[in-house]
């Protein structure tokens, strides 16, 4: 058997994340693909099976200064609603995550990503729709500063009439922080009805900061509604200075703003304790950052 490097950026699907770089010297003992290398690096796959009708939610958090990879798969049966939550802390470590979900008719699958960055942190989703109506919300925050990088990576498969998408990921990056989007939707030539939206939106705080999104649609039916949009750039400079004219100093003018930009991307659906959560973490991201 041949052993397998990690991939570079010179590998299509990692291009803008160098895991290679990130682990020096680490290889895989057998051939793998890259679309599996964190599932080869988890060593494991851990199952979530969602019982028709039932409602499920899992919370997963990443924090560790090392190497911490994770993988899941999940079947998500009719009428069954799967909820996930991915909390990840800034590191010096590689947090890896991928997660592979299949959906049943009528079946809802809901992820949400807070994600600080570290010296490389990507996580991976991969949602096959393989029942009528099933409805899909991968929603996402990544907050960069210098020596951070966070990637997200997406694929959606609507391989069944009537299902829905909404995505929508936020992100904001100071000098030295790097963020990654990378989102597919594809819609099967049967997959007719489908009504899918795909939305990444970033904000560049200093000069220095990068951030690379790669959104896509592949659509091969006709009766459909998708769309995407990507924008990526500076803070509002009227926005800043109506509040300014209103008696607010700059750093918290700006805070402000960004808090209200990132929060649209926190899903009202999510726990409320989980929501609170997440809201405080910006808030702290926020105020340590300034």
């Known amino acids: 058997m041949v052993a397998t490097a990690l ?4 590998t299509e699907a990692w291009k803008y994340s160098d895991l290679a770089r990130a682990l020096p010297g680490v290889t895989l003992p057998t051939p793998t693909d890259a679309a599996r290398i964190i599932e080869a690096l988890a060593g ?15 919370v997963d958090r990443f ?21 996930r939550v991915v909390v990840q802390t800034a590191s010096d470590g590689v947090p890896l995550g991928a997660i592979r979900v299949r959906l049943d ?15 490389l942190a990507r996580f991976e989703t991969e949602v096959s729709v393989e029942g009528e109506g099933a409805h899909v919300e991968l929603n996402g925050v990544y ?22 998408t909404r995505q929508l990921i936020k992100g904001v990056a100071r000098k030295g922080g790097r963020g990654v989007f990378q989102g597919k939707i594809l819609v099967a030539p ?34 459909v509604q998708c769309a995407h ?18 008696g607010l100093p700059e750093p918290q003018a700006r805070a402000l703003l960004i808090e209200a930009f990132l929060g649209e991307a926190v899903s009202a659906a999510l726990p409320e ?8 973490r910006i808030g702290s991201w926020l105020g340590e950052s300034q």
Not at 70 to 79: E, I, M, N, S, Y
Not at 105 to 119: D, H, K, L, S, V
Not at 145 to 163: E, K
């Open 105 to 119: 008719a009528g079946a809802t699958f809901r992820q949400f990503i807070y994600e600080e960055g570290a010296r």
């Open 190 to 223: 049967h997959a007719q009805r489908t009504d899918a939206r795909q939305n990444h939106h970033a904000l560049l705080l200093e000069d220095g900061a990068e951030v690379f999104a790669k959104p896509e649609l592949e659509i091969h039916a006709d009766d």
């Open 7 to 10: 991939p570079t950026r010179r």
């Open 143 to 164: 907050l960069v500063d210098n020596g951070r990088h966070a990637d997200l990576t997406s694929q959606i498969i609507h391989a069944h009439p009537g299902g829905e």
């Open 229 to 246: 949009g990507n924008t990526v750039g500076g803070l509002d400079a009227d926005a800043l200075f109506y509040m300014r004219q209103r």
């Open 44 to 58: 494991r796959v851990v199952h979530i099976d969602v019982a028709p009708g039932e409602n499920v939610v899992s």
């Open 273 to 280: 304790e989980l929501r609170a959560e997440i809201m405080q």
């Open 63 to 83: 924090s560790a200064n090392a190497m911490e990879a994770r993988a899941f798969t999940a079947h998500v049966k009719a009428g069954a609603t799967l909820t």
